[in-house]
């Protein structure tokens, strides 16, 4: 038997037809069965450099995960998402690549920290009597590094 279930989703103000072919067991428990087609989500999305697992998952319950970063990265958003009216919310995080702190003789940072995340950008300024070799901005890239190079401060000599 082939039905038509008329949700109306408060949240997104919208009404959804569902075309549902029914069994004679869903006949039996139609509240059951309806709202697990109506609470039902894609799997999770993957996130590049993390993986999720889940907290709760069931036809009857709402969908819950938990995301978490390889080691190296750092998450953005919030961790916990969960499933609700066919879509995942809050929106899936991502997974920043953390770099360390350059190290700059002679010269300072402009944002000083112990580590950055894609894409901050830094500035280089070296100290009275030195001179930049180099990109003065550099910025913290997906390969974990600084882009371009971290610069040096060199000594300017006072040949006269």
């Not at 869903?26 to 989500?41: A, E, G, K, Q």
């Not at 920043?96 to 944002?111: D, F, M, T, Y």
């Amino acid at each position: 038997m082939l039905i038509h279930v008329f949700c109306y989703l408060h949240l997104l103000k919208k009404i959804v037809v569902y075309k549902v072919r029914i069994s004679s067991l869903s006949l039996r428990y139609p509240y059951t069965y309806l709202l697990s087609l109506i609470s039902s989500c894609s799997s999770p999305p993957e996130i590049k450099h993390g993986r999720f697992t889940y907290i709760e998952k069931g036809i009857l319950r709402t969908n819950v995960v938990d995301y978490e970063c390889e080691e190296g990265y750092t998450l953005v958003g919030e961790a916990r998402i969960s499933c609700t009216f066919l879509n995942w919310s809050p929106m899936v995080p991502e997974c920043k690549a953390l770099c360390q702190k350059p190290e700059i003789s002679n010269g300072k940072l402009s944002v000083e920290k112990a580590q950055y995340v894609t894409p901050e950008t830094v500035t280089v300024r070296c100290d009275p009597g030195y001179r930049m070799v180099g990109s003065q901005n550099i910025f913290c890239s997906e390969n974990k590094s600084w882009s371009p190079d971290v610069p040096k401060c060199e000594k300017v000599s006072n040949t006269q």
